[in-house]
């Protein structure tokens, strides 16, 4: 189940660069990426050949594909990001940060089919709502006297004035 797209050109650099150092060569990459995501169906799917950097391009854009595959609260890439902020210095961590955010702010779009909104859409105003209501009323009804029930002629259930 795809859950992420792939990071947008900047964040895909910004992650190489992090991330390449950490990952010269075909054990240290299974080391740390074992550490780091643990024994899940995504490792499996690792081509841990090439050079550093076209590896972590490789690794950054499948964890991205396969997000799901590892965990929901703990995306594999926000995984590998914590993993590494153990392995560089403090020099970093404003940068992990930042990255770990712009993951989760990607991945949380993709669940939501799009943008994610800075903040929830205020509630329409009783007034406003009321009017909606009483258009939407008003069209029922003209509605069914076009097929001529009138709920007004001869129905003692029906409701003579409706009062919000």
């Known amino acids: 189940m795809e859950v992420m797209s792939a990071p947008d050109r900047v964040t895909l650099d910004r992650l190489v660069t992090l991330l390449a150092p950490l990952l010269p060569e075909e054990g240290s990459r299974r080391a740390f990426v074992t550490r780091a995501l643990g024994r899940t169906a995504v490792v499996h799917h690792i081509d841990w050949s090439g050079s550093a950097s076209v590896f972590t391009t490789n690794l950054i854009t499948l964890l991205a594909e396969r997000d799901a595959e590892v965990a929901p609260e703990m995306p594999p890439l926000v995984a590998l990001l914590e993993a590494c902020r153990e392995a560089v210095g403090t020099d970093r961590q404003a940068e992990i940060n930042e990255l770990v955010a712009a993951v989760r702010v990607a991945?949380?779009?993709?669940?939501?089919?799009?943008a994610v909104p800075d903040s929830p859409r205020p509630?329409?105003?009783?007034?406003?709502?009321?009017?909606?209501?009483?258009?939407?009323?008003?069209?029922?009804w003209n509605q069914l006297r076009l097929v001529g029930m009138d709920p007004q002629a001869g129905d003692p259930y029906s409701r003579r004035a409706v009062t919000l």
């Open 107 to 114: 991945t949380r779009e993709a669940l939501a089919g799009g």
């Open 123 to 140: 509630a329409a105003p009783v007034a406003e709502l009321r009017e909606r209501y009483l258009t939407l009323m008003a069209a029922e």
